[in-house]
């Protein structure tokens, strides 16, 4: 079996090295020559622990190499990005040019896949776009479109072990993708047709959005309210039926910040909770920064000086090394532009560089009159509470249980 997977990035690419192997004969494209460069000399150009290794095994095997141009294969997969055009709406130009790049070298029984994330209703506009150019395959191939939906930094696991949902034109596609998907996925494949598949992934990532921003919403009652919001979400979710998400300084990544507005964009009237969420979440990472800059004022009013201030966290979620789209980095750089004349040492234990000089995190805390917590590493859990200090804890470093 021949695949070809067009975009290797933070999808694409891990999920080639994973069919590659596992029996199938992959060549790997993307439009960024470096991109294609690095990879077939073995270097992983992004961020996923364990899977250099992995891709280094399947260039010496010789069952991946990544070229600029496609090929002629049994499979073409779709994986590159879906960015927005103006205001929050998707642009599947990127899928339709790798569609459009494949179009020359389907042939009869050939299996096309779409796994970008995209709004409901693109694989059937493709399917015209294909059938348009080729009326001869109409009937005559197979088209599918099944969402990826692994963690990053948990991805060598979740490629192969969770569930998948098939979208197919037709039953007979959505069979044809789930036996290519049986090379490499021990999780269950699950069949529909290729609309509710789309809706499906932007439900996933639209539904934990929504939960996470009532904790952040509860996180600001409680400020209010003087309540601890950490023992209350423990405590409520001691119901049998509740089950309550942590707050945290905002949501980033590119996933659950984004696809949201896939369904907002198409159905503005409709998502109104989902909408609301995006607008909960995108408020918490502000609120939090002006704590941080009206606990500088307070300092320099109270203590008639001016602050040292440790910003912990700078990646987008625990335990990893991902700083793209993070509201811990938003955080850090409107502090940093309103600190007003404040010392500011910045902690990101995971990286070793950033645009932001970068202090130790056990020395800044030492150091610091102010702490603010942005990201919930590992590290900062070990650190010891200080009556001392003014800490602003927005993840939970401290919570018990
Ligand atoms: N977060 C909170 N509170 C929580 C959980 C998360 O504030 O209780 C924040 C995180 O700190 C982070 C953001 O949410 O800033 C997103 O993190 P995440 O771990 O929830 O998810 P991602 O973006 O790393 O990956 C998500 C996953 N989707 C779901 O869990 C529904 C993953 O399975 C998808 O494959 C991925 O999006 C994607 O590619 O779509």
Redesign the pocket.
């Known amino acids: 079996m021949r695949a070809c997977f067009m975009g290797l990035g ?2 694409g690419l891990p999920t080639a090295i994973i069919a590659a192997r596992h029996g199938v004969q992959v060549a790997g494209v993307d439009i960024n020559p470096d991109v294609v460069e690095m990879t077939n000399r073995g270097k992983l150009h992004i961020i996923e622990p364990g899977m250099e290794e992995m891709l280094q095994e399947v260039v010496e095997a010789g069952t991946l190499r990544a070229l600029t141009e496609p090929v002629e294969s049994d499979v073409y997969l779709i994986v590159v990005p879906t960015p927005f055009k103006g205001n929050h709406e998707p642009d599947v130009s990127y899928v339709e040019a790798a569609v459009r790049m494949a179009i020359p070298l389907l042939k009869e029984d050939d299996l096309l896949i779409i796994e970008s ?1 995209s709004p409901v209703g693109t694989t059937d506009a493709m399917k015209e776009i294909i059938f348009e150019e080729r009326p001869e395959l109409e009937g005559r191939m197979y088209m599918a479109y099944c ?7 948990n991805v060598i696991h ?1 490629l192969v072990n ?1 569930d998948r949902v098939i979208g197919g034109i037709d039953t007979a596609s959505a069979e044809k993708a789930a036996a290519f998907y049986r090379h490499f996925v021990k999780g269950e494949l699950h069949m529909t047709d290729s609309k509710t598949a789309e809706m499906c ?1 932007l439900t ?2 639209s ?3 929504v ?2 921003a009532f ?2 919403e509860l996180s600001l009652i409680c400020d209010k309210a003087g309540v601890n919001v950490w023992e209350l979400i423990r405590l409520a979710n001691k119901h049998p039926r509740v089950n309550i ?15 949201p507005y896939f369904l907002t964009s198409d159905f503005p009237f409709e998502s109104q909770i989902i909408s609301k969420a995006r607008e909960i ?1 995108n408020y ?1 990472s502000f609120w939090c920064a002006e704590k941080v800059i009206n606990a500088i004022l307070r300092f320099e009013r109270d203590h008639g000086r001016k602050p040292v201030v440790a910003l912990m966290g700078l990646a ?3 335990d ?1 090394d ?1 700083l793209r ?4 980095r938003h955080i850090v750089e409107k502090v940093m532009h309103h600190r007003e004349g404040a010392e500011v040492l910045v902690c990101e234990p995971n990286v070793k560089k950033s645009d932001f000089p970068l202090a130790d995190y056990a020395e800044a805390y030492e150091k610091a009159d102010i702490v603010a917590f942005l ?2 590493h590992r590290q900062f859990k070990e650190l010891p509470w200080r009556d001392d200090k003014v800490i602003l804890d927005f ?1 939970g470093i401290f919570r018990k249980g």
């Open positions: 933070y999808i994330t969402p990826e939906r692994v963690l990053p930094g979740e969770n992934k996933e990532n539904s934990r959005d939960q996470i904790a952040n998400l942590q707050p945290g300084c905002g949501v980033g990544g590119h996933c659950i910040a984004v696809d979440n918490k987008f979620k625990p990893i991902d789209e993070s509201p811990a990201t919930g993840c």
